[in-house]
């Protein structure tokens, strides 16, 4: 059973930044795919970047502004996110898929406002 912990969030100004992070219950990072999701209010989830093996990839609308990165000594995986925007904000999940299973975190929640 994997289990994702996510932590980090907050309220942030506009232009400000955040590092959210997620804690896995075993060496996930080492192995498999890591992302981050969000969820804004009303909207549906969706996908904000990925790392696999040292790989990233990021959605349009965070490209240039969030950073993706993993500590496999302490099986966490962060998202930097600086330059905020007031669309940035929503509830941001950490997912990974171990044989075929998708596992979510609970959640954290990532307001920008003046």
């Known amino acids: 059973q994997v289990q994702l912990v996510e932590s980090g969030g907050g309220l942030v100004q506009p232009g400000g930044s955040l590092r959210l992070s997620c804690a896995s219950s075993?060496?996930?990072?080492?192995?498999?795919?890591m992302g981050w999701y969000r969820q804004a209010p009303g909207k549906e989830r969706e996908w904000v970047a990925t790392?696999?093996?040292?790989?990233?990839s990021y959605a349009d609308s965070v490209k240039g502004r969030f950073t993706i990165s993993g500590d496999n000594a302490k099986n966490t995986v962060y998202l930097q996110m600086d330059s905020l925007k007031p669309e940035d904000t929503a509830i941001y999940y950490c997912?990974?898929?171990?044989?075929?299973?998708?596992?979510w975190g609970k959640g954290t929640l990532v307001t920008v406002s003046s």
């Open positions: 997912h990974t898929n171990v044989r075929w299973t998708d596992y």
């Open positions: 075993g060496s996930i990072f080492s192995w498999y795919a």
């Open positions: 790392i696999t093996s040292g790989i990233t």
